[in-house]
């Protein structure tokens, strides 16, 4: 297991309260590496505005991977989500995520599915909404597998979602969906809040698992609040679990404090003995 952090690029304002690291965007990779991170989870609103050749020369430099591209920013900067009433914000939001999806396919990256989905209350009846989310999902998907690269959908708590809170309910969306390329991001403040097991979320999802948020049980850096980090590192183990933990947590008490009690706390726990 690796651990990462994410960041925004230049583009995404304001910056989302879950995102780390101070200075412009190429000072918060060199903080990234200096910290002793292995990757960084990028943030982005669009990749157009980005200088990717930089990116890519910059992240090989310092030797970064970026495991996944998080679509955050869209609903937090934009008000873009793949559910809206509004079919030009459902369409504007699917255009963006495409754009994020070649992005990803450059640099090897997932892209990951959280707030981005929106509300099942906003297309009216419950059944609607579910089916346009398996329609927008499966779709989003089919872009996605034709340029290889694989989505991570991510179990949120019932205050920031009314649709897939837990890893048993995506599990069975993702079972319903049939879309290989589509798997599980846990969370873990959003687990600590909505999982009756810490330890049956992680083995439900097993292989489906591939990629991991960190936050405390108040969002906090890890080592600041009471979620059980010792213990789902195990459970992740036993899962056979090697991708990346990456840091999606408020920036407490400032954005590169954060990153680095972050690193400090989990780069023990990871050491092996
Ligand atoms: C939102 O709380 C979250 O955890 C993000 O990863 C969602 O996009
Ligand atoms: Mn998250």
């Known amino acids: 297991m690796k651990l990462a952090v994410v960041v925004a690029t230049p583009e995404v304002q304001p910056v989302p309260p879950v995102a780390l690291l101070s200075g412009s965007f190429w000072q918060k990779l060199e903080k990234a590496a200096a910290l002793g991170f292995a990757g960084v989870e990028l943030m982005c609103l669009d990749p157009e505005q980005v200088d990717r050749q930089r990116l890519v020369r910059e992240l090989s430099r310092l030797g970064l991977t970026v495991p996944a591209i998080g679509t955050g920013a869209l609903p937090f900067c934009l008000g873009l989500t793949l559910l809206h009433a509004d079919e030009g914000v459902r369409a504007e939001a699917m255009r963006r995520a495409q754009a994020l999806v070649e992005m990803a396919s450059e640099l090897g990256a997932m892209v990951t599915i959280g707030s981005f989905r929106g509300w ?58 049939g879309r290989p390329n589509v798997g599980l991001l846990l969370d873990t403040f959003h687990v600590n809040i909505e999982e009756p097991s810490i330890g049956e979320a992680v083995r439900l999802s097993g292989p489906r698992l591939w990629h991991v948020h960190l936050g405390d049980s108040n969002r906090w850096p890890p080592g600041c609040g009471h979620f059980p980090f010792a213990q789902f590192l195990d459970a992740l183990r036993s899962v056979g679990y090697g991708g990346f933990l990456s840091a999606e947590l408020l920036a407490r008490p400032d954005p590169d404090e954060a990153a680095r009690l972050t690193y400090e706390h989990m780069s023990k726990l990871l050491k092996p003995g």
Do not use: C, W
């Not at 690269?149 to 048993?168: F, G, K, S």
């Open 120 to 177: 099942l209350s906003s297309m009216g009846r419950p059944e609607d909404g579910r089916v346009a989310l398996a329609e927008k999902i499966g779709a989003l998907a089919d872009v996605a597998a034709a340029r290889g690269v694989r989505l991570a959908l991510e179990p949120l708590n019932r205050y920031e979602a009314d649709v897939l809170n837990t890893a048993a309910q995506a599990l069975a969306f993702l079972e319903e969906l």
